[in-house]
């Protein structure tokens, strides 16, 4: 029926495990040092569940966050919209790789999330999403909105970004999203902040250099790879 709310906060220091609390649809298990893993518990999200996420990554700490499946939103019996909210904090010298399976948007389910990143002007954030309209052999009917907004501590802008999948445009529906954002010392080197542009422009890879030496690299097609390397 939906209307669950899930909420999941990770907090990791120097010198001990991460500190997590978990209630609803999804649980953490801690598999590395810096390594948990989100598990779902239940199904969800369905129309009308909402999943908020609060991870924080204190000084001179690290943290890897995975997922151990792709998860799928389905439409509910009173609505067809659920919601998520993804809160990134990481300090001075902090590092956060964040890299989940895809989230499968299956029927007519419609699936808004925000993402909210605060770093320090020397951490290390890689952040990956993954987004597929439509099962194996499902005509993709469903919708996702996604906004981003990234900042320094100091509250300088790195990114505001917001893309939607599912609604047609001059070069067709495109049914399929991975989206990095970067803030490492690579990028701030400037040795992977060059604009480019592979392949057809409907089924393209592109690579924007931010402000500050952040990077954003957004790839849209018909489907996800089967295959992908981290």
Known sequence: ???????????????RSPRIRASGGLAV?????HTVYLVGTAITPLGGDHISVTVRVADGAQLCVRTVAASVALPGRSTQRSTAAWDFTVGAGGVLDFSPEPLIIAGTAEHEVTTSVICAPDASVSLREQVQIGRSGEVGLGVWRGETEARLDSGVPLLVHALHL???DALGSAGALES??????????????K??????P???RVRLPLPHGAELETWMGSQLPT????
Do not use: C, K, Y
């Open 195 to 200: 604009i480019g542009i592979e392949g057809d």
């Open 1 to 15: 029926m939906g209307r669950m709310r899930t909420d999941v906060t990770i907090e990791a220091s120097v010198g």
């Open 29 to 33: 298990r801690q598999t590395g040092p």
């Open 227 to 230: 295959i992908r390397t981290h």
């Open 166 to 168: 599912g609604s047609d």
């Open 180 to 193: 990095v954002f970067r803030f490492t010392d690579a990028t701030r080197s400037n040795e992977l902040s």
């Open 202 to 204: 409907r089924d393209a």
